[in-house]
């Protein structure tokens, strides 16, 4: 059997080595919040916020912020049909719903027009989701929530190191949300991080994220409202300063790879499209993504079975929300109850090789090959 190519996994260098040892080793008593301090400021730094904070997992930096923000029972929070669970479940925490509106067909991200459509008296928020590392319509979204008093918040787990007209994914809603799950291109192995520039809604969330306690108490393990345990570990954030004194290098790298792919595979009879890069953005490109016509013949289970065969870790391209049965049904979203049938994500990993790139190539020609044979 041909070598495993897996479709993504973290780049862990000898520094990150080094920065884990030290949190493990010395990163306790008057130590044990240096590194996640350290991290806290590269990246603020990096985003060009104004306030960072560190946590458990982006789902986690949702909740607290959609808590801080007001969320719940009776509420209304509006978000794309195509995304991961991970950005419905805390809405549904919280008590309000999440409604789900279509995507477009480009960048695969919510329909800023049936944002609009969607908008009732109990929306309390809009979630922009970048998907794969594609930008949402921020200026269209961010003008709707002007027009109407609604916050929009960025759920950017996917999506450091893109940028949509001058200004970094994240940094432009109330709040925004990142993850450093081991898939991502900046990895923790387990972590998130909630951004914002609003001073009120950063000190509710710190507050919320310390079980309640606010910086301002005096009075010792005295919460002044009931919150949440979603922080970081110092050696988690260890790991975190390495990446992001690397982060040029690995967002570039999964540029690289993104190129590579569309250069070889974008032109291809059947290929309706890739993550794509409008005028004035750049596409942090998490995960390349390759969509096929509905005319080619290509269907998600021979993309599986084609990978499978080659022994290549190909992701499927997320399910609608509203296909999963604890949520309300909505096949009127035709882009998202249609796009993953013909869609694959393709593997990524920054030390992948060109033979394995090529080989993931020669999957795709040889199934559209079949597919139009």
């Known amino acids: 059997m041909k070598p495993r190519i897996l479709y993504t996994k973290p780049s862990i260098t000898e520094l990150e080595v080094r920065y884990a040892a030290d949190a493990a080793a010395n990163g306790w008593g008057d130590r044990c919040y240096e590194y996640i ?3 806290e400021g590269l990246f603020r730094q990096y985003l060009g916020v104004q306030y960072a904070i560190a946590t458990s997992s982006c789902t986690g930096a949702l909740h607290m912020g959609m808590a801080a923000l007001g969320i719940g029972i009776g509420d209304e929070v509006i978000m794309a049909d195509t995304n991961w669970i991970a950005t419905a479940s805390p809405i549904v925490h919280l008590g309000a719903k999440p409604i789900f509106v279509d995507i477009l067909p480009d960048s695969w991200c919510i329909d800023p027009d049936l944002v609009e459509q ?3 008296p109990r929306t309390k928020a809009i979630v922009a989701v970048h998907l794969y590392g594609n930008l949402c319509d921020m200026d269209r979204l961010l003008a709707i929530g002007t027009k109407y008093g609604i916050p929009v918040i960025e759920d950017a787990a996917e999506a450091v190191g893109s940028v949509y007209h001058g200004r970094r994914a994240g940094s432009m809603g109330v709040f925004g949300a990142f993850s450093f799950h081991g898939t991502k291109t900046l990895t923790t ?25 606010s910086r301002r108490q005096t009075k010792q393990f005295w919460p002044d409202m009931v919150g949440f345990k979603y922080k970081m570990s110092n050696i988690q954030a260890a790991i975190g300063c390495a990446q992001m004194e690397r982060i040029e290098e690995l967002v570039n790298r999964k540029r690289e790879i993104l190129a590579y792919y569309r250069e070889r595979l974008e032109k291809l009879i059947g290929v309706a499209g890739m993550n794509p890069e409008p005028e004035d953005t750049i596409n942090g490109a998490w995960m390349p993504t390759v969509i096929f016509s509905e005319k080619s013949g290509v269907t998600l289970e021979k993309l599986q079975d084609a990978f499978a065969a080659e022994n290549i870790d190909a992701r499927v391209f997320f399910w609608p929300l509203s296909s ?17 049938k013909r869609s694959i994500n393709l593997p990524s990993y920054h030390e992948i090789s060109e033979h394995e790139l090529s080989r993931v190539i020669e999957v795709i020609v040889a199934i559209k090959r079949s597919c139009h044979g």
């Open 118 to 120: 969607a908008i009732t």
């Open 324 to 340: 999963f049965s604890m949520f309300k049904n909505e096949e009127n979203n035709i882009i998202a109850w249609n796009i993953f």
């Open 189 to 213: 192995g387990e972590g998130g991080m909630f951004v914002t520039n609003n001073p009120e809604l950063y000190d509710h969330v710190l507050t919320l994220s310390n079980h309640g306690r």
């Open 37 to 39: 301090s350290r991290f």
